[in-house]
C-alpha cells in the first residue's frame, strides 16, 4: 500500500510500527512526549504507547544515552532522539567509549541495539548548534552502523531496520527535507538499509550524495541532462559501513567520481570515498575524485549558510571540472 | 570577605557527618540504632564467612600485585583496604539484584560469583573483560570514570518499566547498583545518573566508596561537602558508613537495598575507607601522602576489626588457619591461571566489534589474515 506522506511523518510511521511489533522498544528524548518533540517525529506517540514507552528525559544528553545503555541491558530496544545535531556531543563519550564498544568488551555476550536518532544539517535558518552534519566523527568509530535515509520511503523502512539491528545505529535525519514529501510503500521495503542504491543510472559520471542533499543532487543530474551529459547518481544510504562495490562498479563504467555532502571536506565521508575508488578504480579513472562539502569553518551564521552548504552550483562546477579532464 | 554568621552556617552545613559503626578498630561490638537488625541476622558462623571472603579477594590482590611485578600483568587495580567496603555490599545483594563496577570491584565480583581468574584476562592484555554480565548479574569493569552509574540506572528505570519492584516479593523485587568512587563524583555522568534516578524514582543504590585519594587528589579536591549529602538535591538521600567495618557495610547496605528494592526510591551509600595500596601499580603514593596517614589507616584495618571480633566470638586459631591455607591455594590457581593463558589470535581483534555483518571489518579481517599468511608461505618456501 502506497501512501504520500512528509519523511517526518515517515519516520513517525515507521517508529510506530516497531512500536506495535515490540514492546521492548522505547523511545526517550527531549520534548518528545506532549510535543512530539520540537519536529513533531514523535507526536502522538505517548498519547498511544504511554509515558513508559515515550519517556521526556531531563535536559541531559549524556544521561539520556547512557540510561539507554542500561535500559539495553535490561533487555529493552532504546531509541533515542537527540534534538540537534551538534547537541550531540555532550553524549558522545558515552556513544564512543560504551555504545560502540560494550558488545566487544562483553565478547559478545551483550548486544546494545540502541537507535539514535539525530537531526543533521542546515538550511533552514537557525542559530548555531543546529545546523551540522557530525555523521563522519561517529562513522570513524568501529561498533557503530551509521545511516541516512533521503526519502520518505525510505525513512519508514530504514528506522524499523535500525530498531530491528542489534547492533547500536545512528539514524541520521536530514531535517530540512522533513517536510518533503514522498510516496511510502508500505508493504514492499526496497532496498538493503546498507546498500548504496543507483536512483539515476548515467554514463559520463558518477555522482554519489546522501540525506539532505539528495535532492539537489538530482537537480544536477537533470541541469546536466540537458545539456548532454549523462550523470549516474548513487543515494549511499547506510555511512558505516559504505557500499563500495555498488559506487566501485559505477565509477569503473564512467571513470569520473564526485561526492557531494553538507558535512566538512576535510576528512569527510568523500574523502574516504575517494580514496578508496582510487584504490579500486585507478584505472579506470579520466579525472581525479572531487569532493564537495562543507568548509573548514564553524558552521557559519544562517545569513551566511547559502555559501557553506554545497548547492545546484557547486556540485555542478565540480561535475564540470571533471568532465572537463 | 565572609561574614562571620554566614561562616557559621557553612560550617555547620559542611560538619562531618554522623558514620554508622557496628565494630570499633579494636573489633568491639557497638550498637548502631535502626541498623542492629541486620546485623541480628548475621551469627558467628555468617561473620566468619564474610572474614574469609576478605581475607581471600585480599589475597586475590596480593597476586594481582606480585604477578604485575613479574611481568605477568600489564597492571593491577589493587582493592587493599577496600575489602570490608566491597564484601559487605555483595553479600548484602541478592542474585536478582545487578551490580555495576569500577574496574576496583574485585571484593563485589567475589560475592557474585566471578572467578578471580576471570579478572585477571583484562590487566594481563587477553581481553577488554569477556564475562557475560547477565550470567552473575555483574556487569564488565567500567574504566571511564563514572560512566556505569548512567548504566545502572538506565537498569534500574528498566527493572521500574518491568514491575520488577515493589511487588513485595524478595525473589522478583530488584536494584541497580552503582559503583563509583570519590574521584568519579565529580563527573557530570554521576550527576546525571542522580537527577534521573531522582527524576523516575529508580530502583538503583548509588554506592560510593570514599577510598580518599584519586590517584594522587584527595577528597577535598573533589568537594568540600561531605559525599554522602550529595545525592540530596537530587532527591537521592545518603548515609555515611565506616567502609573498613564489614558489619556495618552489610547492614546499611542490606537496609538501603530492602528499602529500595521496596519502590521507596534510590538512596546514596558512601563508604568511607581508605586505598591503602596504590592506585594501580603504575602509581607511587609516597609521592602525595604521608607514611602517618597510612599507619592510622593500617589501625583501621578491616580484617584485622573482624578478627578480633571473632577471636572473642571463639573463633579459633586453627579455624583462621584454614583460610589462609584456602588463600594459599587459591592464589597457587591465580597465577598458574594466569601463566597458562596463551595470547589470543590476531583474528579475535575483529571478532565482536559488530553483532551482525560489516563488509569493512570483513574486508580489513580477510586483508590482514592473507598478509599474516604470506610471511607463512615465505617461510615455508625458504
Not at chain 1, 113 to 118: G, K, Q
Not at chain 2, 37 to 45: I, M, N, P, Q
Not at chain 2, 288 to 316: H, M, N, Q, V
Request: charged share 25%; glycine share 8%; with cysteine.
Amino acid at each position: 500500500m502506497t501512501t504520500t506522506m512528509p519523511l517526518s511523518k515517515a519516520i513517525t510511521a515507521g517508529l510506530r510500527k516497531a512500536m506495535e511489533d515490540d514492546d521492548k522498544v522505547v523511545l526517550i528524548g527531549e520534548d518528545i512526549g506532549k510535543l512530539g518533540g520540537v519536529f513533531r517525529v514523535t507526536e502522538g506517540l505517548q498519547k498511544d504507547f504511554g509515558e513508559q514507552r515515550v519517556i521526556d528525559a531531563p535536559l541531559a544528553e549524556s544521561g539520556i544515552v547512557g540510561t539507554s545503555i542500561g535500559m539495553a541491558i535490561r533487555g529493552y530496544r532504546p531509541v533515542v532522539e537527540i534534538q540537534f545535531d551538534a547537541f550531540i556531543f555532550p553524549a558522545y563519550d558515552q556513544i564512543v567509549t560504551q555504545v560502540a564498544k560494550l558488545h566487544a568488551r562483553t565478547h559478545g555476550h551483550e548486544s546494545i541495539p540502541m537507535v539514535i536518532r539525530v537531526p543533521y544539517g542546515g538550511g533552514i535558518g537557525s542559530p548555531e548548534h543546529h545546523s551540522e552534519s557530525p555523521e563522519a566523527v561517529f562513522a570513524h568509530h568501529a561498533g557503530l552502523r551509521v545511516i541516512s535515509p533521503s526519502t520518505a520511503h525510505d525513512a519508514y523502512w530504514m528506522i524499523q531496520d535500525a530498531i530491528r539491528s542489534d547492533d547500536p545505529v545512528m539514524f541520521f535525519e536530514p531535517k530540512r527535507r522533513y517536510w518533503m514529501r514522498g510516496d511510502v510503500d508500505t508493504a514492499a521495503r526496497g532496498a538493503d538499509t546498507h546498500a548504496a542504491q543507483v536512483v539515476r543510472e548515467g554514463t559520463d559520471l558518477t555522482l554519489v550524495s546522501y540525506g539532505p542533499l539528495m535532492p539537489t543532487a538530482l537537480d544536477v543530474v537533470n541541469a546536466k541532462a540537458e545539456e548532454g551529459a549523462s550523470v549516474e547518481l548513487i543515494d549511499l544510504r547506510s555511512l558505516s559501513p559504505i557500499d563500495f562495490d555498488t559506487i566501485e562498479a559505477s565509477v569503473k563504467r564512467t571513470g569520473r567520481l564526485v561526492v557531494a555532502h553538507e558535512a566538512p571536506v576535510f576528512l569527510g565521508l568523500s574523502s574516504e570515498i575517494a580514496a578508496r575508488i582510487t584504490e579500486r578504480c585507478f584505472f579506470h579513472l579520466e579525472a581525479p575524485a572531487l569532493r564537495v562539502g562543507g568548509f573548514h569553518t564553524p558552521y557559519p551564521p544562517s545569513k551566511l549558510e547559502e555559501h557553506y552548504l554545497p548547492d545546484l552550483d557547486r556540485i555542478l562546477d565540480a561535475v564540470d571540472r571533471s568532465l572537463a579532464f | 570577605m565572609t561574614s562571620d554568621l554566614s561562616a557559621g552556617a557553612r560550617a555547620k552545613r559542611q560538619a562531618g557527618p554522623h558514620m554508622i559503626q557496628m565494630l570499633t578498630p579494636e573489633g568491639d561490638r557497638v550498637s548502631s540504632g535502626e541498623y542492629d537488625v541486620f546485623a541480628a541476622e548475621l551469627d558467628t558462623k555468617d561473620l566468619f564467612g564474610f572474614y574469609r571472603d576478605m581475607v581471600l579477594v585480599r589475597r586475590v590482590d596480593a597476586e594481582g600485585n606480585a604477578l604485575q611485578r613479574q611481568g605477568q600483568l600489564g597492571l593491577w587495580a589493587p582493592l587493599l583496604g577496600q575489602e570490608a567496603a566491597q564484601i559487605g555490599l555483595g553479600r548484602a545483594l541478592r542474585s536478582q539484584d545487578f551490580v555495576f563496577p569500577t574496574y576496583r570491584e574485585h571484593g563485589v565480583a567475589w560475592t557474585r560469583g566471578i572467578d578471580p581468574t576471570e579478572l585477571l584476562g583484562m590487566f594481563r592484555g587477553q581481553s577488554h573483560g569477556g564475562w557475560d554480565p547477565q550470567a552473575n548479574r555483574f556487569h564488565t569493569y567500567t574504566i571511564v570514570i563514572g560512566s556505569q552509574v548512567l548504566h545502572a540506572t538506565g537498569y534500574a528505570m528498566g527493572i521500574q518499566m518491568d514491575g520488577d519492584v515493589g511487588t513485595g516479593d524478595v525473589d522478583r523485587d530488584a536494584i541497580a547498583v552503582a559503583c563509583f568512587g570519590d574521584g568519579a563524583s565529580s563527573q557530570g555522568d554521576v550527576s546525571e545518573g542522580l537527577t534521573f534516578a531522582g527524576a523516575f524514582n529508580a530502583p538503583v543504590l548509588f554506592y560510593c566508596q570514599n577510598n580518599q585519594w584519586a590517584i594522587s587528589e584527595p577528597t577535598s579536591v573533589q568537594t568540600p561537602v561531605p559525599l554522602n549529602q550529595r545525592g540530596r538535591g537530587f532527591g537521592v538521600p545518603g548515609i555515611r558508613v565506616d567502609g573498613n567495618d564489614v558489619l556495618a557495610t552489610y547492614a546499611v547496605a542490606r537496609a538501603s537495598a530492602d528499602s529500595i528494592r521496596a519502590g521507596n526510591g534510590p538512596l546514596l551509600i558512601e563508604a568511607y575507607t581508605y586505598r591503602m595500596g596504590a592506585h594501580t601499580t603504575a602509581d607511587d603514593p609516597s609521592k602525595y601522602r604521608s607514611d602517618a596517614e597510612t599507619e592510622a589507616w593500617a589501625a583501621k584495618d578491616p580484617i584485622l576489626r573482624l578478627r578480633r571480633f571473632l577471636e572473642k566470638e571463639g573463633i579459633t586459631s586453627d579455624e583462621f588457619a584454614s583460610v589462609d591455607a584456602e588463600a594459599d591455594q587459591l592464589a597457587a590457581r591465580i597465577r598458574k591461571t594466569c601463566v597458562d593463558m596463551t595470547p589470543p589470535s590476531p583474528e579475535a581483534m575483529w571478532e565482536n566489534v559488530y553483532s551482525e555483518p560489516h563488509a569493512l571489518v570483513d574486508e580489513e579481517r580477510e586483508t590482514y589474515l592473507a598478509y599474516l599468511d604470506s610471511f607463512a608461505d615465505a617461510e615455508a618456501n625458504a
